[in-house]
């Protein structure tokens, strides 16, 4: 029998009842368990301790999911949830300040991918210059991802434009 998770459900986990909340940016599908007895967020791939998770635009998912990761943590911020618990990395405490560093962390790069793009760029182009090092093929994927959420982002708040040349975005301001 299959069983597909409701936003606000309650579910055992152990001896404690955790709400499900829905929480894209990261996947389309996350899922974030928020217990209000203990204070304690299963926070997944969410909110990590140490990096940011990699909010990257797909071609067959969301159209705008750095909107929808920035919202997410909207979600779990009105928790204020004091023990959260990481796909990856430690245990720590402080959901909100972590939120505070992470959106601090998009801001910034927010700020660079328009000052990357304010000549007109292609997505290739924009992406090499926020990100100044040798990457891997792995990592490559991850950064151009990236910066297509950060652009995709500006496009769908009305701060930047997108064209279509030969199978290849260029982004403007």
Request: aromatic letters at 14%.
């Amino acid at each position: 029998m299959e069983h597909y998770f409701e936003e606000g459900e309650r579910i055992p986990i152990g001896k404690y009842e955790y709400e499900v909340i829905f929480t894209p940016g990261h996947a389309d599908g996350m899922v974030n368990f928020y217990n209000e007895e203990t204070n304690t967020l299963l926070s997944t791939d969410h909110i990590l301790p140490k990096i940011t998770p990699n909010i990257s635009y797909w071609f067959h998912g969301e159209p705008n999911p750095l909107k929808n990761y920035l919202d997410s943590l909207e979600k779990i911020r009105k928790r204020d949830a004091d023990f959260v618990i990481p796909s990856h990395g430690e245990p720590f405490y402080g959901a909100n300040e972590r939120i505070d560093e992470i959106k601090s962390h998009h801001n910034e790069r927010l700020v660079q991918a328009l000052d990357a793009i304010s000549g007109g760029d292609t997505v290739y182009e924009a992406c090499q210059k926020l990100f100044k090092k040798e990457l891997t093929i792995h990592e490559t994927r991850f950064a151009i991802g990236e910066t297509l959420a950060h652009l995709e982002y500006f496009r769908y708040e009305g701060e930047c434009e997108r064209e279509v040349q030969d199978g290849v975005y260029w982004y403007s301001i």
